[in-house]
């Protein structure tokens, strides 16, 4: 199995900018990042817990809009490729398989401004 876990773009207002964009979002088994197509704006969170739950296990607490958007993925648990639940708020991202109810939760660790130059 690969590291990339998640993989997908999702457009809504920017946090940073306000401005609606395309927000790329990155999601391995150590980190996750939520990028501004527009402005550079990235959120990088980093692994806090790991979890067999049932929903609503993690109330999600915003000071932004909260994003909850399904993506494709095989599970890290599982091995199951089917939906996955993603919830981005400002402070913590979660990753729910909606196939054994396996969720990633992460936490916000650093906020930064930059162009990805690379186009990765």
Request: glycine share 2%; with cysteine; proline share 4%.
């Amino acid at each position: 199995m690969s590291d990339r876990f998640i993989f997908t773009t999702s457009q809504t207002n920017c946090h940073h900018c306000k401005q609606v964009a395309d927000h790329i979002i990155k999601v391995v088994p150590y980190k996750a990042e939520v990028a501004c197509a527009n402005c550079g704006s990235t959120r990088v969170f980093i692994p806090r817990i790991q979890d067999v739950s049932q929903p609503g296990a993690f109330t999600p607490i915003s000071c932004h809009d909260i994003w909850e958007l399904k993506s494709d993925a095989e599970c890290r648990n599982c091995h199951v490729t089917g939906p996955h639940d993603l919830v981005i708020a400002c402070r913590h991202l979660t990753v729910h398989c909606r196939n054994c109810k396996f969720t990633h939760f992460y936490k916000l660790d650093i906020e930064f401004i930059a162009k990805d130059e690379l186009k990765v």
